[in-house]
């Protein structure tokens, strides 16, 4: 693979990144499902 210029220093920002991202995904994917709920309470 490609060199990029990062070292194992970088370990850290990445778990940080990591774990903000996974976040992300997990609150958006029950927005989503809270979301799609509504939809469909509102139109039975």
């Not at 990445?14 to 991202?21: E, F, G, I, P, S």
């Not at 992300?24 to 509102?42: D, E, P, Q, R, S």
């Amino acid at each position: 693979m490609a060199d990029h210029g990062t070292t194992g220093g970088d370990i850290k920002t990445h778990a940080a990144t990591y774990d903000r991202v996974m976040g992300m995904m997990k609150w958006g994917t029950l927005l989503c499902i809270l979301l799609a709920a509504l939809v469909i309470y509102l139109i039975a």
